[in-house]
């Protein structure tokens, strides 16, 4: 799948390739058709080239993949070819994130022209899901220091002009809404800026035209940026890697810099892609698929979740078939609302109980206790800000402003890293839970540190971060953890390196919870989506909605539970517990399968299916978005194969059996489901959708 031969080298992934070519010490790169050589008219036309690497002085004025100054602030950035080879991939540990399994992969080397700088491109490619993971190795090769200004991971240069852009924007309880853009001269950029991947622009990109669809990823959490550049000429360059903003980075002689990994994936269409980049994702970045029934107490009590109220709590939880209850925010100090005793790690006995009380509960229960941390933050007011203010993040004249009431810890601080994992590794021991939620509630402003500087200081803030959560995880091997960022915020392929699940938002409006979902599913395989039921009227858009549809909605991804149990009907608890049942009877189908979505016209429904891989069973999420005629159709199913339909009623009581249909049928005509939402009742529904879950097995 890569052959070098003389001056031309390939990587095929089936049905997609790259093609590398040296003309004059140059490497031009061009996606599945061959540059030719009759095109190359001369240096000074740059702009019109596809090229595998871009700086300045090549006479490109397009935006470039790196910018290096040297001591004097020259730009010396005429990259040469040197060699290239086909390599095994180097040991990479775990500290820092990457694509796990690499095979052999292409490496480019090239030097500058006054021979002070080497650069290594590397390319690894996996055929299974048509994605080629990039790299570049930057090393000082002089004498005198040299500054990073600008070290992107991936550069593709696409031919046409006719391309779409796909991003996943969002906000707090809003997060990954599936944004098209026609791609138009000029420059887009899609970026975070916030030192958080950030709800506002995910990393991922989609960019396509009627033909090619290639996704492109970061794994990485911190500033990320990628950008689309189009010219006069109709070339079309995609960027992505790091956030150039406030970028400089020294190296010093004989040092070497090596950037975060980028991800570009193929596919023919949408559907394509998303099965492409979740088993990517899920071979190759992911520890794990497995994940327990959670039920988290934050929205049924909030701070108030006291002796008086869990125990009776769990029970509940523990009867109607979760694993484990998750003490959130407020077992911890004298934490009882958000404005203190982050960086206090010791449990509020007075409030939750002794260790040995709340030992006793679990004891002989199926269910198990889960602890929320919020390793990175100290609150102004806590015991360790007063013992250590140096900590805690500023601004270099000790100035900072909190958000939430917090402040973020200087985790490149080796000490306060060092300090803070052994008080979570401490409380973890004692506790014994066996899942930890690990949160991140407030972005940066201030980072002045001894231990780094500004212009390096989010890149070596993630070294850490991701050091100190991979030790954690060491130590405690049998615990489960998911990620979190006031939902959302860091919903990207760094965190889900260490992170297999993260919870996907804090919006957990049926109806908006499908927006999300359905960003978010996009390029994120439903394991890593964690999906928790809570109570109607929603807590953050007030408004109602069935439970039947909070289930529905919740079951394609980590089902969970967030509502107060204790104010719940007999019905709903019972309802609940059914549902729980039919989850576990069909999860393995919806977190291995294989996802395909249909979108009605006028966006009017949308369906969303898990297909197994031999394609004799299939389970469907059906949204519909108004009352009116409804055809649905179902994608990815064998076209030969017959199938049945059985409906899921609430309560798992009696389902529709539809006649046979084949395969082609159910996705080229499908069936009419209109009659299936006027059973839903609703006038408890004040969301405008309606939902109904499908499964469909070979007769
Ligand atoms: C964030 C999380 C919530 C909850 C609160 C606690 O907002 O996303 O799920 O844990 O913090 O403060």
Known sequence: MIQIKNETAIIDLIHHKLIFKIISNRVFLSLNKEFDEKDYIGEDIYHLYPLALSSFGHLDYREHLIDIADINGYFSNRFLFKKWEVVKPVFQDDNFPHSRNKNEGLMIEYENESNSIRVRQYFYPYLKSETIVSYLEITNIGKEDIYLKRTMSLQLDLS??????????????????????????????????CGASSAFNNPAILVNNDSNYILFNLIYSGNHMSLVDQNFENTTRVLIGMNDYMENIKVASNETFITPEACMTFGCSENDIRNHSHHFIKDNILKTTNFPIVFNAWEAAYFNLDKTIWPRLSSIANRVGANVFVFDDGWFSTRNDETTSLGDWDL?????????????????????????????????????????????????????????????????????????????????????????KWDFNRLFSDFSSEYSYGGKYIYDYYCSLYRMANELMNRNPNVVFEGCASGGTRFDLGMLFYFSVIWTSDGTDAKERVAIQDGTSFVYPLSTQSNHVSCSPNHQTGLKSSLFDRMNVATFGQFGLELNLLKESKTTLAELSN????????????????????????????????????????????????????????????????????????NNADSDIFPELTGEYLETRGVVVSSLFRENDRDENELGISTRIVYIKEK
């Open 579 to 650: 549902h729980i049942k039919f989850y576990l009877k069909y999860r393995d189908l919806i977190l291995s399968g294989d996802n395909y979505v249909y979108r009605g016209e006028g966006e009017s429904i949308n369906v969303y299916g898990s297909i197994s891989e031999d394609k004799k069973e299939a389970i469907y999420l059906i949204v519909s978005y108004d009352e009116k005629y409804k055809v649905a159709k179902f994608l990815g199913l064998d076209p030969n194969k017959k199938y049945h339909l059985s409906f899921h009623k609430q």
């Open 348 to 436: 509020n006995e007075d409030k939750v109980g002794s260790k040995e009380e709340i030992e006793e509960e679990f004891k002989n229960k199926k269910i198990k206790p889960g602890l929320w941390f919020e390793p990175e933050m100290i609150s102004e007011k806590s015991k360790l800000f007063q013992n250590h203010p140096e900590y805690a993040l500023k601004d270099p004249n000790g100035n900072y402003i909190l958000m939430r009431h917090q402040l973020i810890l200087d985790l490149v601080n080796p000490e306060c890293r060092e300090y803070i994992t052994n008080k979570i590794d401490k409380a973890i021991k004692d506790f014994n839970p066996i899942y930890v």
């Open 160 to 193: 046409g002009s006719d391309y779409e852009i796909t991003t996943f924007t969002g906000k707090w309880a809003a997060e990954r809404h599936i944004t098209k853009n026609k791609i138009n001269r000029g420059i887009f950029k899609n970026s975070s800026m």
